[in-house]
């Protein structure tokens, strides 16, 4: 069973910043693949970032590709560091992890589909962007 733990979330003006951070605990580690995904008020679930853990692969949403970085720290925390954020980036942030080892493109296409491989959730860390 993998636990994850949101945290970093706040609020802050357009154009600023916020750092997220996710930490893993609990063995035995079987995922390689983890993803930040956010969801609005009213609106669906959408996918923000992922990682492929085993070989570093990283993948954006078009919404957020040159603006947020998602990095991982020896396959304990995975961050999202959030740059020129915009109001429309207010959102519930939510981490997830695979409840299994999965090849690069599979993780990839797990990111892309928000495919029921993201078995592990955490709580969830809100980011509020005023204008």
């Known amino acids: 069973q993998v636990r994850l733990e949101e945290s970093g979330g706040g609020s802050v003006q357009a154009g600023g910043s916020l750092r997220l951070s996710c930490v893993r605990s609990?063995?035995?580690?079987?995922?390689?693949?983890m993803a930040w995904f956010r969801q609005a008020p009213g609106k669906e679930r959408e996918r923000v970032a992922g990682v492929f853990l085993s070989g570093s692969s990283k993948y954006y949403s078009d919404s957020v590709k040159g603006r947020f970085i998602i990095s991982e720290d020896n396959n304990d925390r995975v961050d999202l560091q959030m740059n020129n954020l915009k109001p429309e980036d207010s959102a519930m942030y939510y981490c997830?992890?695979?409840?299994?080892?999965?090849?690069?493109?599979?993780?990839?296409?797990?990111?892309?589909?928000?495919?029921?491989?993201?078995?592990?959730w955490g709580q969830g860390t809100q980011v509020n962007v005023s204008s």
């Open positions: 609990e063995y035995p580690y079987n995922t390689n693949c």
């Open positions: 997830a992890a695979t409840t299994r080892i999965l090849k690069s493109t599979a993780c990839q296409r797990a990111f892309q589909t928000q495919g029921v491989e993201f078995g592990y």
